[in-house]
Nanobody, 120 residues
Framework: VQLQASGGGLVQPGDSLRLSCAAS????????IGWFRQAPGKEREGVSCMRSDGGTYYAEFVKGRFTSSRDNAKNMVYLQMNSLKPEDTAVYYC???????????????WGEGTLVTVSS
């Protein structure tokens, strides 16, 4: 069972970036998928939670800028990030949980993170 996030990089404020998360060893369809991030010196925090039934929830600080999506046929999930700000700089992680809410200490599977740096 593996999750692997990718797509991070160095961008300027206002730019966009799309993160991808590939799952192997299990089927994402039945799982709630969370995107989390951890900035230097800070606790890991939730960014979004995409429920298996289709509903998606976003943290207030990304509402209107970030969009989660999934492609069940490819067993992939995505995080489209627009209007990036320096405070969005963090390592971003995807994680999956079955039958429970997306919370930092409650996920079943975690991927290795991908670093997003927003700087001019």
């Amino acid at each position: 069972v593996q999750l692997q996030a990718s797509g991070g990089g160095l961008v300027q404020p206002g730019d966009s970036l799309r993160l991808s998360c590939a799952a192997s060893g299990f089927t994402l369809d039945y799982y709630d998928i969370g995107w989390f991030r951890q900035a230097p010196g800070k606790e890991r925090e939730g960014v979004s939670c995409m429920r298996s039934d289709g509903g998606t929830y976003y943290a207030e600080f990304v509402k209107g800028r970030f969009t989660s999506s999934r492609d069940n046929a490819k067993n992939m999930v995505y995080l489209q990030m627009n209007s990036l700000k320096p405070e969005d700089t963090a390592v971003y992680y995807c994680a999956a949980v079955y039958g429970r809410l997306c919370v930092v200490d409650g996920m079943d599977y975690w991927g290795e993170g991908t670093l997003v740096t927003v700087s001019s």
